[in-house]
Each structure stands twice: as C-alpha cells, then as structure tokens.
C-alpha cells in the first residue's frame, strides 16, 4: 500500500513524468527554513562549494532533506530502500532575469537505470509570476537526449548552460505552482526548465535528488550518497555521514570531500563549466 500518494498520483508519475503538488511541511515550517537559509546564505555558507550536498553540512537541513512526508512520497515512487545523492538551492531575486534553461538532471548525474528524481520544495511561493518551473510532461519517456550548444548566458542558473536538443514547443507546458512547504518530485529525465522572476519577492526553493542503491553510474569516478531509508546491498555508491551538530569541523571536512567527488563526476560526463557560478 502506498505511503504518501494516491494511486492517480503514482499513474500520473509514470504517465507524465511527475506529480505535484506534494504537502511536505507547513507554511510556519517552511518560513522558519528560509530563515535558517537566509541566515546561512548571509555568512557565506552557501557558495561555491557550498552550494552543493550541503544536507551534510547542516544537520537542518538533512531534517529537511529526511522529512518522513517526503520520504513516504520517494518511497511510494522509487522503492523503500533510498539514497539521497545531490541537493542545491534556486534563488530568484525578482527582476533580475535569471532562468533555467530546458534540461534533464541525469545528464550529469549519470545515474544507469535513470530510476532518479528529484524533490523540489518551494521556501516561498513558486507562481508564474515568480518564474515557477515549467515541466514537459511525458519527455521522461524519451530517455536521455543529446544537447544542443551550451547556454552559459550569466543569467542562466544552470552552471553547465546544458540544454537539450529537444524542441519545447512541441509539447505543452505545464507551469509547477506551488505554495510554501509544497513540492513536485520529476523524473530526472523530464525534461523542465523556467522562466525569470517578475514578482517583488524571491522566489526559493531547494531540491533533493534521491535513487535506490541498486543503480550503477556512466563513467569511472565513483561518488558517493547517504542512506536514508531501507538499505543498500550493493555498495556502489560511497555511503556518506549525516551531519553531527557537535562536530562541525568535521561536517565541512566530509562535505567537501563528497562535494569534489560529484564535481568530478560531472566533469567527466561533460560538465567543464561546473564552478562557474561559484
């Protein structure tokens, strides 16, 4: 029996490659982890490297990233037995043009069988007007596309400027509006991207890959991810430490040495810009 989600929202994962919205937290909840974000963001925790798998570094985060309402919905979709592997931020300041170009996430992820997804919580409201993400539904079924000229306009978040070379205006649309505490999980082959920020508020959010442990990855350079749930058998992934709010030295220590790992994965699939926006 399913978990978290109903039977029409599983069929719709399957069908068009992802379901929304998904109730993860309050909105009170969600307003405390903005501050916490903020907080971070403020100190300089939150660039460079630190913008990468930082549910190491920051034992809130990893609360976050565990949270048994979005585990119940990754486990109704991937399985019980779960890996955390990547996370980030997306902040948009309004008016300041920033956008994500269409992509997939397994491009440099590399994960073989792609039995990726990806958790994108909304810290504050994601509307149109704040240039929510746009997914094409049913692309996921298409497998893994080829990319066009890299996009690597300053304002396009995406360090790689990946692009796929799939034409968008084939396929409708659908804008992923979400309320605070909210968030749509995709495969990570759909293909989605967004639009600028015109609304006064910032639009934030975060994301949370997961897999199942069974899955190999494109390549030689082996990562590394944290076990969240169930177990893991197989060993191909490095297991990472959660974050120890009394040793913190030791967090950042285990956060970049995990944090390089996945930079040179991406790089060795094709991501030679991936500290571009560092």
Request: proline share 6%; glycine share 8%; hydrophobic share 35%.
């Amino acid at each position: 029996m399913p978990k978290a989600l109903n039977t029409e929202q599983i069929e719709q994962y399957h069908r068009d490659g992802f379901v929304s919205p998904v109730r993860v937290v309050s909105e009170d909840a969600a307003a405390d982890f903005r501050r916490q974000m903020e907080s971070a963001e403020a100190a300089g925790d939150l660039r460079g490297m630190g913008q990468t798998k930082f549910y190491l570094r920051f034992p809130w985060v990893h609360k976050m990233a565990t949270n048994p309402a979005l585990l119940d919905a990754v486990e109704d979709l991937i399985g019980p037995n779960i890996m955390l592997y990547h996370n980030t931020v997306w902040f948009k300041k309004g008016g300041d043009g920033a956008y994500v170009s269409f992509h997939q996430d397994n491009t440099y992820f590399g994960h073989d069988p792609c039995e990726v997804l990806t958790a994108w919580m909304a810290i504050t409201p994601a509307t149109i007007d704040s240039g929510c993400m746009q997914f094409l539904p049913g692309t996921q079924k298409l497998g893994q596309q080829k990319l066009r000229e890299p996009d690597i306009h300053g304002s396009n978040m995406l360090s790689s400027g990946q692009t796929a070379d799939f034409d968008p205006s084939t396929v409708e649309p659908f804008p992923v509006e979400l309320q605070s505490g909210e968030c749509s999980i995709h495969h990570a082959f759909l293909i989605h991207g967004s639009l600028p920020n015109n609304a006064p508020d910032r639009r934030m959010g975060i994301t949370f890959i997961y897999h199942p442990p069974h899955l190999g990855q494109i390549g030689d350079c082996r990562t590394s991810a944290l076990l969240v749930r169930g177990e893991d058998p197989y060993g191909k992934f490095d297991h990472e430490q959660a974050p120890n709010a009394d040793d913190m030295q030791g967090n950042i220590t285990r956060h970049e040495k995990a944090v390089s790992a996945y930079r040179a994965k991406v790089r060795e699939l094709g991501n030679i810009t991936v500290a571009r926006l560092d």
